[in-house]
């Protein structure tokens, strides 16, 4: 993830900006509505975009234009949804970018998709959809963080294969190889995510439980449930 | 800590007092010639002169900025590496075989390529730390503000800011305390100690962040920051010798565009 500065040639880097702009700018109206409702919520939105990017910058090299790090965007992935998790991560990855150089201006566009706009909306719609037919909290947790990390890397794989096409074999050829060297560092890496959210979780169930109610991220039932399975 | 060192340099380097929109147009643009170069003439002619300028105009350390590029640049070289065995094209240097059908190879025009990507990289990363290093965040947000960008955009942004502050020091003082306790012996109580902390970390800036927005509630805080606008006056002759620089090295760009290291073009 987060593709270096100047690594993405010309057609490629403003392509992907066109594609982000309009789910960023769908996550800042759906943010604008959220915040006119219930001001309240502007600290708990800092703390999780400030979240992502410290969990974000915990880089480990891959050999691909790009690192191996947690991605940290499950935690409000499932509490604001994913379109309110794309406008953080857009702020994130501009941080990051001006400030510790770690992605860049020019690949803002393509970083944005993979990390907050497609990973965050396939975790979210597959914790939803598993959470209809009420699966394990936890293990639904676990899944969707887990989703998260690694939905970001397969599109990043792409990205990176779409600009450079394997002479020998083609696209197909690169996205392979790109996603083989990611796999390498990032399958643990997406496992141990998904644990460390599952343990995040619970710490909040047992200290604040009334947060996840209020988000209606869980039911009073079924908060009852879950608070049950931890105490066994 | 490292990132609270960069800011700190960004407030005390000596082009601090300069109007922030001339150095984000001068990085910013060297940013943009250096992706769109066909060549690496004009990313080399960059790196350079925008390393001067940090070193020697904005006074930074040149061995903090040498040890400040070394960590993105690895990573870099890493990837470049891929490109150079992936892209082959034109005349082939050498291939060696690895194992009985893979087959390593590396060609004029895959070199060329590799050697473009990391010069465009290399002046990527100069630019954009001649931002970090020079602009203090505060006239970043400044900045956006008269770009007319919507309040709750900067709000969010600056309170996101602030928190990744009050994140790094609790963390470092959690880790430092289940570190000392053997919370890291091995991979599995690593990963409880971690999710601990991170759980831990949330709910206490969470409620660092309850009691900031009440404190500035009851500061009438309506939801937008008061900004003051302190940053210096802006100087023309010096917006204009950015431009002529940055139309210079188009030129270059443009003028060089065929050239190539290795060969012919590919």
Known sequence: ?232 | MYYEFLEDIAQTNRLRDLHPLIKIILGLGCILISVSSQSIVAPLIIIITISFATIFLAGIDFRFYLKLLLIPLGFAVLSVIVIVFMRNSGQILFSYPLGDWFLLTVSYGSLNEGILIFSRVFAGMCSLFFISLTTPVTETFGLAVRCRIPGEFIDLSMLIYRFIFVLIEQAAQIYNAQHMRLGYGNLKEGINSFGMMAGALFINTWNAAENLIMAMDSRCYDGRFAMPDDSAAMSFPLLCLVIVYLMVNTGIAVYTSGFVLFGVAY
């Open chain 1, 1 to 232: 993830m987060h593709i270096m500065e100047g690594f993405l040639p010309s057609p490629w880097w403003q392509i992907w900006w066109i594609l982000a702009l309009p789910c960023i700018i769908y996550g800042f109206y759906k943010l604008r509505s959220i915040l006119k409702e219930n001001r309240e919520l502007l600290p708990l939105l800092g703390v999780a975009g400030g979240f992502i990017f410290v969990l974000s910058a915990l880089k480990l090299p891959s050999v691909t234009g790009s690192c191996s790090h947690p991605t940290g965007t499950a935690l409000s992935a499932i509490t604001f949804g994913p379109w309110i998790t794309a406008v953080l991560g857009f702020i994130v990855l501009l941080f990051q970018a001006l400030f510790i150089a770690h992605g860049g201006i020019t690949t803002l566009g393509a970083n944005a998709m993979s990390m907050a706009i497609v990973g965050p909306v396939v975790g979210y719609y597959v914790y939803k959809g598993l959470d209809k037919i009420n699966f394990n909290f936890f293990a639904n947790v676990f899944i969707a963080a887990f989703l998260c990390d690694i939905v970001t890397y397969c599109v990043t794989s792409l990205e990176l294969a779409l600009a450079f096409p394997a002479t020998a074999g083609g696209f197909v050829a690169s996205f392979g190889a790109f996603l083989g060297v990611f796999a390498l560092t990032q399958l643990p890496l997406a496992i141990i995510e998904g644990l460390v959210f599952v343990v995040i979780f619970k710490y909040i169930i047992m200290l604040k439980p009334e947060l996840l109610i209020k988000l209606k991220v869980l039911s009073e039932e079924k908060m009852k449930k879950v608070q049950g399975e931890i105490e066994e």
